[in-house]
């Protein structure tokens, strides 16, 4: 049974930086691609970062390209995403999530319902 779970998220001023982590039990992450999303109050679920560990490549989405950093540790099997120089409009419930089928870098913005499997989310307030 695959399990994700998030941790890391807090309340931190503009500009500063947050490490959100992604424990995943029930599959390897050698072979399985995981991807980030973040939803805001009232807004839908849009994807953020992925990582592809069998062939080494990560994508970011345009809003967070050169201030957040995705990364693996095998030996732990967790998926890190660095967040620096944090902006209001990062504030949201962050959750990882994989799938089977999921391969990061295919064509096209990765979306919600393409993946099975979710974390619980962990919140990130940013305060301007």
């Known amino acids: 049974q695959v399990q994700l779970v998030e941790s890391g998220g807090e309340l931190v001023q503009s500009g500063g930086s947050l490490r959100l982590s992604c424990k995943a039990s029930?599959?390897?992450?050698?072979?399985?691609?995981i991807a980030w999303f973040r939803q805001a109050p009232g807004k839908e679920r849009v994807w953020v970062s992925c990582?592809?560990?069998?062939?080494?490549?990560?994508f970011y989405a345009d809003a967070v390209k050169g201030r957040f950093t995705i990364s693996t540790d095998i030996v732990n099997n967790t998926v890190y995403v660095q967040m620096n120089n944090l902006k209001a409009e990062d504030t949201g419930l962050y959750y990882c999530?994989?799938?089977?089928?999921?391969?990061?870098?295919?064509?096209?913005?990765?979306?919600?319902?393409?993946?099975?499997?979710w974390g619980q989310g962990t919140q990130v307030t940013v305060s301007s």
């Open positions: 029930g599959l390897n992450l050698d072979s399985n691609d």
């Open positions: 999530a994989t799938d089977t089928y999921f391969y990061c870098g295919t064509t096209g913005v990765p979306q919600p319902g393409w993946f099975e499997n």
């Open positions: 990582i592809s560990n069998s062939d080494d490549r990560t």
